[in-house]
Nanobody, 122 residues
Framework: VQLQASGGGLVQAGESLRLSCAAS????????MGWFRQAPGKEREFVAA????????LYADSVKGRFTVSRDNAKNTVYLQMNSLKFEDTAVYYC????????????????WGQGTQVTVSS
């Protein structure tokens, strides 16, 4: 499956941004979808995951209550709505896909898209 993320940009702290990720190549609904991010000088970290039908979601503690992951299987697209953005949310965000839902943040998805830069000014 090929993944193409978009929607990144520069925003001020407290503002919102929505990332999108379009998938192609395989049956989208067969995949668990998610997002990771990597800030400068830091390791890549798990952000969110959503199961095949969208009924089960998992979030990193750092974004819980502010970020919402969703998917539209008819459009082969997964979204990440980011509200109340903080300076520490600045990172390159990656869309990911896998066959299995993670049991925690220690998840190693098989498919990665290119990243989209999110910059939050304080």
């Amino acid at each position: 499956v090929q993944l193409q993320a978009s929607g990144g940009g520069l925003v001020q702290a407290g503002e919102s941004l929505r990332l999108s990720c379009a998938a192609s190549g395989r049956t989208f609904s067969n995949y668990v979808m998610g997002w990771f991010r990597q800030a400068p000088g830091k390791e890549r970290e798990f952000v969110a995951a959503i199961n095949y039908g969208g009924g089960t979601k998992l979030y990193a503690d750092s974004v819980k209550g502010r970020f919402t992951v969703s998917r539209d299987n008819a459009k082969n697209t997964v979204y990440l709505q980011m509200n109340s953005l903080k300076f520490e949310d600045t990172a390159v965000y990656y869309c990911v896909a896998d066959w299995s839902f993670p049991y925690g943040s220690n998840w190693g998805p098989n498919y990665w898209g290119q990243g989209t830069q999110v910059t939050v000014s304080s």
